[in-house]
């Protein structure tokens, strides 16, 4: 129950943070652009609402129909070809924004689909794993393997050049692996492998090229390229211990690029001060701590390597979100989870919530040896009968 209780307390906390956050940083552009200072967060609250629906329906339909089932090749695998469709619908109808085409409208509503393709290829992975446990042959896997992760993966990276979206997978898959216990050489050759392709792929494009130079010096091109992480250093910086108070920021005064959206966390700085944004630092901590216990404690070993993954996909996304605001790394475009303005994180972050909690219910309590044991004594009082005490005591 304690671990189930962080995961649920940490992510309600996150969100309600969020939503007053979302106010706070859009209000101001959201009356100049749209005349209504309510219009971000209404529609916030009402991606709130429907991913808090999401997760209790994952949970619901856990217990109804079984772990087994809900966690099934039919099921797991028909969601990853639903997400694939969408990626490859972004590709041909998708909006372009920001320099890239990830959003889908579907009835006028924005779907960035990339966000649950990464829980789809989390859960693959997993089964993949499983097979390979329970012994498939390792020609199969690596087939499996090209077809179900490293395919979609390239699809999001070349067709909407979503570098942050295969980090974080990446993240998910190697999490997957050790908790799955492959051999840490090959884990390491994998690594090697990987971070010589993501140089390649950095080098290769000129504007993450250009990214990587002004996250190392972002002050030299502060009219430029360095515009949006040096206000973000001056919003952490004006808030001090104690920050400038709620609603007071000065950077969210359309001064900030993106202050409700990826760099929320540094209107947090700048109006709660350091205390506030340890404070979410915190409860990434405590979600982390939570969801971990809730895989070791798992009653499957598939419940285990999902729950792990999920887990640390979260907290790995809310981290390179951080690092991108403070200046510790480039920024990637990735929002921060719970907290940013975004129906699909939004939505996406809280059905992760609600499988982590799904694994939670499925697992069943450990049997404790000495039970029937305690069960089966009885307590003797040392006076049994009133005739028998006062028989003792004659004698």
């Given at each position: 129950?304690?671990p189930?209780?962080?995961?649920?307390?940490?992510?309600?906390?996150?969100?309600?943070?969020?939503?007053?956050?979302?106010?706070?940083?859009?209000?101001?552009?959201?009356?100049?652009?749209?005349?209504?200072a309510y219009?971000?967060?209404?529609?916030?609250?009402?991606?709130?609402?429907i991913?808090?629906?999401?997760?209790?329906?994952?949970?619901?339909?856990?217990?109804?129909?079984?772990?087994?089932f809900?966690t099934?090749?039919?099921?797991?695998?028909?969601?990853?070809?639903?997400?694939?469709?969408?990626?490859?619908?972004?590709a041909?109808?998708?909006?372009?924004?920001?320099?890239?085409?990830?959003?889908?409208?579907?009835g006028?509503?924005?779907?960035?689909?990339?966000?649950?393709?990464?829980?789809?290829?989390?859960?693959?992975?997993?089964?993949?794993?499983?097979?390979?446990?329970?012994?498939?042959?390792?020609?199969?896997?690596?087939?499996?393997?090209?077809?179900?992760?490293?395919?979609?993966?390239?699809?999001?990276?070349?067709?909407?050049?979503?570098?942050?979206?295969?980090?974080?997978c990446?993240v998910?898959?190697?999490?997957?692996?050790?908790?799955?216990?492959?051999?840490?050489?090959?884990?390491?050759?994998l690594?090697?492998l990987?971070?010589?392709?993501?140089?390649?792929?950095?080098?290769?494009?000129?504007?993450?090229?250009?990214?990587?130079?002004?996250?190392?010096?972002p002050?030299?091109?502060?009219d430029?390229?360095?515009?949006?992480?040096?206000?973000?250093?001056?919003?952490?910086?004006?808030?001090?211990?104690?920050?400038?108070?709620?609603g007071?920021?000065?950077?969210?005064?359309?001064y900030?690029?993106?202050?409700?959206?990826?760099?929320?966390?540094?209107i947090?700085?700048?109006?709660?001060?350091?205390?506030?944004?340890?404070?979410?630092?915190?409860?990434?901590?405590?979600?982390?701590?939570?969801?971990?216990?809730?895989?070791?404690?798992?009653?499957?070993?598939?419940?285990?390597l999902?729950?792990?993954?999920?887990?640390?996909?979260i907290?790995?996304?809310?981290?390179?979100?951080?690092?991108?605001?403070?200046g510790?790394?480039?920024?990637?475009?990735?929002?921060?989870?719970?907290?940013?303005?975004?129906g699909?994180?939004?939505?996406?972050?809280?059905?992760?919530v609600?499988?982590?909690?799904a694994?939670?219910?499925?697992?069943?309590?450990?049997?404790?040896?000495?039970?029937?044991?305690?069960?089966?004594?009885?307590?003797?009082?040392?006076?049994?009968?009133?005739g028998?005490?006062?028989?003792g005591?004659?004698?």
């Open positions: 129950m304690v189930r209780l962080m995961v649920i307390l940490s992510s309600l906390a996150l969100l309600v943070i969020g939503l007053v956050m979302v106010f706070s940083a859009s209000s101001v552009t959201a009356f100049v652009e749209q005349g209504d219009g971000e967060t209404i529609k916030q609250v009402v991606f709130a609402l991913g808090i629906a999401a997760c209790v329906g994952v949970i619901l339909a856990t217990k109804a129909f079984g772990f087994e809900m099934s090749k039919m099921i797991i695998y028909g969601f990853w070809a639903l997400c694939v469709v969408g990626v490859l619908a972004t041909a109808l998708g909006t372009a924004a920001l320099g890239a085409k990830r959003w889908l409208i579907i006028g509503v924005s779907i960035q689909v990339a966000e649950f393709m990464k829980i789809a290829l989390a859960l693959v992975a997993a089964r993949i794993m499983i097979d390979y446990n329970e012994g498939m042959d390792a020609l199969n896997v690596l087939v499996r393997c090209a077809i179900f992760i490293v395919a979609p993966l390239a699809l999001l990276f070349v067709l909407q050049s979503d570098l942050g979206t295969t980090v974080i990446l998910a898959i190697f999490t997957i692996l050790i908790l799955g216990g492959v051999p840490g050489r090959w884990i390491l050759l690594l090697l990987i971070l010589a392709l993501g140089a390649a792929a950095i080098f290769s494009a000129p504007y993450r090229t250009a990214r990587l130079f002004t996250f190392l010096d002050w030299a091109n502060v430029g390229d360095g515009y949006q992480i040096v206000h973000s250093l001056q919003a952490l910086a004006s808030g001090g211990l104690f920050g400038v108070g709620l007071n920021s000065y950077q969210k005064l359309q900030l690029p993106e202050a409700e959206t990826d760099f929320i966390f540094a947090i700085g700048e109006e709660l001060g350091l205390l506030g944004a340890m404070g979410v630092v915190i409860l990434f901590m405590v979600f982390l701590y939570g969801g971990y216990c809730i895989a070791k404690d798992s009653s499957s070993s598939y419940g285990m999902i729950a792990g993954a999920l887990t640390t996909m907290v790995a996304q809310a981290f390179i979100n951080i690092l991108c605001v403070i510790l790394f480039p920024i990637t475009g990735k929002p921060l989870p719970f907290i940013s303005s975004g699909s994180s939004l939505i996406s972050s809280l059905l992760i609600g499988i982590i909690l694994v939670s219910f499925s697992s069943e309590p450990k049997e404790d040896p000495y039970r029937e044991r305690r069960e089966k004594l009885h307590v003797v009082s040392s006076y049994d009968t009133s028998q005490n006062n028989a005591r004659r004698r």
